[in-house]
């Protein structure tokens, strides 16, 4: 399960059960992928962001130095470096004593490809 994690980079649950399977591996019921990613989570093995508002993604937690990044027009998930959003954080814990961790966070906005062609309109 962590090879499928590790090699989808950004994996659904059900992404992880057809990874699995077209590796050979034992059929996996869904229930069963969700409780393992939640042991594997309390382990400090996987983390999860919410990209849609569907399912939970899943990446390495040795993978979690990003804030995603998420077109809405075409579903990408990209990733940006945490350096990004250090001025953001920062004035959060300035302003309302939050400190807060981007490496959960996804935010939603348009892609370069789909940002294109609406600029050359």
Known sequence: ????????????????????????????????????????????????????????SYHLASHATHVHVVCRECGSVGEAPTDVAKEFVERLDRSLGFEADVTHAAIHGLCRDCRSPREET
């Open 1 to 56: 399960m962590l090879d499928a994690v590790e090699e989808l980079g950004h994996a659904t649950p059900e992404q992880i059960v057809d990874t699995v399977a077209a590796r050979g591996g034992a059929p996996m019921a869904l229930s069963t992928v969700y409780r393992s990613l939640e042991a594997l989570q309390d382990l400090g093995l996987v983390s999860h962001t919410h990209v849609d508002h569907r399912v939970p």
